[in-house]
């Protein structure tokens, strides 16, 4: 048997019942391919907050760095969204993203035939849409200097952000992009606006340099603002997406939306070496929390991009992959995603019904 | 008879063609209603690099500032793509809206009955779609200093932008918003970033501050992730949006292709007085330049903001929207929003049959 240690960061709202969920497929799956895991749960976000004071604890921190793979459920609620910055859940996020180093951000947005009717978008435009955004996670605006408030000669207040790329740091995420492509359709589109920003224009030359590295990967550039209309236009014009951490940021929710099904996306965000950090896209929709009625699916597809590329078990992987398909083929759906003629289910029946087809 | 100065900025590819529309509606519109306009044409873009090496020549900056009003083709083509940034017809543009102090920017993005199959999402999601983005438009990312490239402690290149909003411009554009709202249906969405980013954290708070102005208008925030995900969830939730430069120039975007047709969306950009900046949306799509195919209707409705919002000539602006509106319900179509049943036209034809409407 091979084994490993898993950092469990339930969170806020949902997250706790969907990872419960998730960790008992995670469980299922890897027995039945020979792996066992070690799970230690941990305080992190508003939770955390209530707990020890701060978002992420230290002994978070430093468990999730111990461990091989971290899976988080969902941050944040009402009831810290007024905190000073320091002491918001979103902060402590943002720490663990860069405590873990984990730079790239992989986002998948698929639209499943089972769920094709979930998209606003007309049948034609959304069916076949098959998508991954590739996000830089640990720097640009999200983390540049200077930032704060300060006054102008005016004395009036002002408020700052640097949007900063260094080549290194293009460079990295474009290999991840180029590679990832290479998995998929070798078609990448990296989104930038470098006909008005320095730091966009560098990003655009560092990408047209390390695509030399790639020559069977198709490369285009596309500016942000025509890339927000793409998606909606014809996502399906879209193979692999490479952006910066802001752009990822609204391109990847739009594209999420686009297939009308934001409660099935998982993500992964991996770094150089050390543990990755894998979560749903979805919130911690407090409106819900607690009442059985969340998609635990999300989560648990985020498990099996935990077993594939946080610890290589390709296996586990599909196993998980394929026990949702069969799962929806049967007919079950949480309330967000169902519609007539399926069985409507809560978060922990549907949780047994994955169980059954692993 | 009451008479305006128009400075025209034909610009490039089908600049030309939906100006030489827009001129001819103005004309007639504005005769009917007892109004002279003077039009002066003034080479702007790609069609003033190529004629005097900048894209925004003196002469025709100072044109525009002694005009009462600029009707703007669309700039840029393949041609000058990779010009230097200082060459580029975009930055043309950039210079214009700051030399124009025109820090107001208002995108209305509406679904017309007529066109409501244009758009690729589901007729129930995209039909009763109207919705206004103001987008601040001189201020933010895109003129923000320090910018440029340098290196850091590596030895590494790094390019680099700053975001940055002072009160002053964050109050006069949420007024703007708010006063916007105000002749609409009273609802401002404002959005912004403010759970990562100090700019947006003043802007948050700076626009909760003026809506103490305006009670009569209901003010929610929305994060521009969460905002981009709306606009394809259910458009219709939004009246009025108002954001800073860079999620202006997405989200304005998005919404104009949520109506699934760019063609028919005006522009206005204001400021606090002096000559206000009206264009189409559109860019100058290069492809079909020359070969009568563009819709000039956005053009001409930006005609009808310019006599709204620049010239406060309600009654000649109202008179060119029905005749849109009339010209479409009498079947006529370009190429970009035709359907079966209706009657293919071209620019000139097009422009000809509005003028009948007139
Ligand atoms: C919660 C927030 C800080 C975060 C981000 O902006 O990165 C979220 O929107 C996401 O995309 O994971
Ligand atoms: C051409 C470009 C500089 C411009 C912008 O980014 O503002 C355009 O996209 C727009 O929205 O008018």
Redesign the interface.
Known sequence: TRSYSITLLPGDGIGPEVISVAKGVLSLAGSLEGIEFGFQEMPMGGAALDLTGVPLPDETLSAARQSDAVLLGAIGGYKWDNNE?HL?P?TGL?QLREGLKVFANLRPATVLPQLVDAS???KE?AEGVDLMVVRELTGG??F?KP???SS?Q?G?????????????EIDRIARVAFETARKRHRKLCSVD?A?????????RRRVTAIALEYPDVELTHMY???A???????PKQFDTIVTNN??G??????A???TGS?GMLPSASLGEKGPGLFEPIHGSAPDIAGQDKANPLATVLSAAMLLKYGLGEKNAAERIEAAVLDTLNRGFRTGDIYSDGNTLVGCKQMGEEVLKSV
């Open positions: 910055k918001k979103e943002l606003t978008l007309k435009v605006i999200y540049g930032r704060g408030f102008n005016n009036e207040e002002i408020g700052f952000n640097t949007e900063i790329y260094a080549t290194s606006k006909n008005v920003l320095e730091a966009s224009m560098l990003w942000v603002d025509n927000a209309m793409q998606l909606v236009r014809n802001i752009f940021d609204i391109l990847s929710d739009e999420s939306m686009i934001i």
